[in-house]
């Protein structure tokens, strides 16, 4: 798993265990925590609202859907990767697949996006 990932995982267990209010807040301390010096690794935005994204949605077990991002593309990105993975399990062993299915085979660079999905389904913490 890539870092991002680890992040949503850590985030959604800082949610879960109520060391954390509201996913945004679990996010920024599970960044800090896994880039303690990188403050751009901090802030990058793709897979903050990506993970943003599918709290909004309800699609992480235990945390409750509400507004929580702007970004509609990386939580459209989300979205649609988790209904793929529902249907295609095996996409999750397949990274680069499962991102040119969810962009519909455009030329367009990922940017850990995935990252957070996959692990988060990994752990078995899609609802």
């Not at 870092?3 to 985030?11: R, S, V």
């Not at 925590?33 to 309800?58: H, N, R, V």
């Not at 209904?83 to 399990?89: A, D, T």
């Amino acid at each position: 798993m890539a870092k991002y990932g680890d992040a949503a995982i850590k985030a959604t267990r800082f949610l879960l265990t109520g060391q954390a209010n509201s996913p945004p807040e679990a996010w920024s301390s599970a960044v800090r925590a896994m880039f303690p010096i990188s403050i751009s690794s901090q802030q990058k935005g793709c897979p903050k609202t990506t993970y943003l994204g599918l709290c909004e949605d309800g699609l992480i077990k235990g945390v409750p859907p509400g507004k929580y991002t702007r970004s509609s593309k990386n939580k459209c990105y989300a979205v649609d990767a988790v209904k793929l993975l529902k249907q295609e399990p095996t996409l999750a062993d397949d990274q680069e697949m499962l991102w040119s299915k969810v962009v519909k085979g455009e030329k367009k660079k990922p940017n850990n996006q995935m990252d957070v999905v996959i692990s988060l389904w990994k752990k078995d913490l899609i609802a």
